[in-house]
């Protein structure tokens, strides 16, 4: 498996699991109930959610870059 294939696979799942816990942390809203008080386990999801989304899209645009080098390096010039 080669740098940019690990790369893309390391942020897809990542961002996976930032999803899962974006969707637990929507579930655990509603589930919860509307009784006028802050959600404080939702809350806490929520904050843990946000370095994973950012590490996952930042690996997924490093990917993407990487990518596009590697074919404009690789088309002749006309």
Do not use: C, K, Q
Not at 35 to 61: F, S
């Amino acid at each position: 498996m080669n740098g940019l294939r690990a790369l893309t696979l390391v942020g897809g799942i990542i961002s996976a699991a930032g999803g899962l816990i974006y969707g637990v942390a929507v579930i655990a809203t509603f589930v919860g109930g509307f009784d006028g008080g802050a959600n404080i386990g939702a809350g806490l999801l929520l904050v843990l959610g946000v370095p994973l989304a950012i590490a996952g899209g930042t690996a997924l645009l490093l990917g993407a870059v990487e990518l596009l080098a590697r074919r404009h390096s690789h088309t002749p010039e006309a």
